[in-house]
Structure formats: structure tokens, C-alpha cells
T-cell receptor, first 114, second 114 residues
């Protein structure tokens, strides 16, 4: 099976712009979660989607949003970018939501905000 | 806030030696997972231990879990230069809407010298 894929892998944006990141989960996985990794805050949970519904949400401002499509692919959007949004954004998938199961991570999208 | 805290923050050893990393957490968990990350890339899942398990092995990896002390350890035996990476523990909490998402520690940076 192919692993979790994320596009694009690298992105440079300027303050005030918006960005959309994409994640394709492992085939058959219905839960997709997003995480932000920065040197200062480490790895932090953004949100989880399952069956096109947001199931959990981390402590991030409303500028961070996401959605999931019927094929389980997910996108996350960050509007009005700030310098502090520069980070590695990781997507993870697993079989079901809330299940005590392994989350498989993609390679990440590295976002640089100038 | 971080749920897991790894100790030590950095560890440098010679090839062939064993490496032990510890993780402490704060709240009741469903499971605890260990991941490896090479140079800011995606996370690679190593092992999952459930709250009712005390020890698990996978190849050169041994993980223990002590729920009374809210702590876990990861032992890598006979380390190799290729084991050089950052290692993270992640807990899946056991209550409410937070079930399913992972809370990560800050990680231990392991350097294995040939």
C-alpha cells in the first residue's frame, strides 16, 4: 500500500496570504489528523477529520481550518498567514477515529512565511 | 501544553551501545506510541503499547510502560549510526473529545557515532 502523501512538500508565502495543504491518506484509512511542528512548540495537534466531519480540534486560532472529502483526502487551510505559522505541517491517517490505533504520518509540508 | 516529556533531551553514544530514552506523561491514556524522525522529515512509527500492557518488543526495540508512575522507556539495543534521529513519545488520551489525537513530547535527539 502507498503511504500517506502530502502536497506540496515545500511552500514559501508572505504574511497576509493564505495557503492550502493537501493530504492523501493510506487507502482504506478514514481518519486524517493534522499536526504542526515548530522548534519552539514542538508537535501540536491541529484537528482530526473522519467521514468528512471534524471530530477533534486542537488549540489553534480560527485561521486554521480543514476539510475532508468523501474519498478521505483532506485539506487544511491557513488564512492571513503570520510569520509564526512557519512550520512543518504533518498529516497522519489511521483506520478509524477514536480507535486505539497506529497513526501513520506523511513526509510533511514545510511552510515558510516571509 | 505537552503531555509527554522525554528525558534526556539529547543523547550521544557509540555504535554498539544501548540507548535508553524515558517519557513521562500527565493524564490517563489509551496507549503510548514511540516515533522516530530523521532531520525534520515525517514521523516513522516504531511501536505502540496499550495501557494494559507493560512491555513490548520489536526487533532491537524494547518499550516498557508503567501506568502507576505515568512513564515509559524506549531501549534501543546494539545501536547503529542509522539510528541517529529524534525520538518522540506520543500519548493518546483516554477521555472525552480528545480521544484519538496524539499529544507529543519534545523528543530526545539521539546521535550514534560510528
Amino acid at each position: 500500500k502507498a503511504g500517506v502523501t502530502q502536497t506540496p512538500r515545500y511552500l514559501i508565502k508572505t504574511r497576509g496570504q493564505q495557503v492550502t495543504l493537501s493530504c492523501s491518506p493510506i487507502s482504506g484509512h478514514r481518519s486524517v489528523s493534522w499536526y504542526q511542528q515548530t522548534p519552539g512548540q514542538g508537535l501540536q495537534f491541529l484537528f482530526e477529520y473522519f467521514s468528512e466531519t471534524q471530530r477533534n480540534k486542537g488549540n489553534f486560532p480560527g485561521r486554521f481550518s480543514g476539510r475532508q472529502f468523501s474519498n478521505s483526502r483532506s485539506e487544511m487551510n491557513v488564512s492571513t498567514l503570520e510569520l509564526g505559522d512557519s512550520a512543518l505541517y504533518l498529516c497522519a491517517s489511521k483506520t478509524n477515529s477514536g480507535a486505539s490505533d497506529v497513526q501513520y504520518f506523511g513526509p510533511g509540508t514545510r511552510l515558510l512565511v516571509l | 501544553s505537552q503531555q509527554g516529556e522525554e528525558d534526556p533531551q539529547a543523547l550521544s553514544i557509540q555504535e554498539g551501545e544501548n540507548a535508553t530514552m524515558n517519557c513521562s506523561y500527565k493524564t490517563s491514556i489509551n496507549n503510548l506510541q514511540w516515533y522516530r524522525q530523521n532531520s525534520g522529515r515525517g514521523l516513522v512509527h516504531l511501536i505502540l503499547i496499550r495501557s494494559n500492557e507493560r512491555e513490548k518488543h520489536s526487533g532491537r526495540l524494547r518499550v516498557t510502560l508503567d501506568t502507576s508512575k505515568k512513564s515509559s522507556s524506549l531501549l534501543i539495543t546494539a545501536s547503529r549510526a542509522a539510528d541517529t534521529a529524534s525520538y518522540f513519545c506520543a500519548t493518546e488520551m483516554n477521555y472525552g473529545g480528545s480521544q484519538g489525537n496524539l499529544i507529543f513530547g519534545k523528543g530526545t535527539k539521539l546521535s550514534v557515532k560510528p
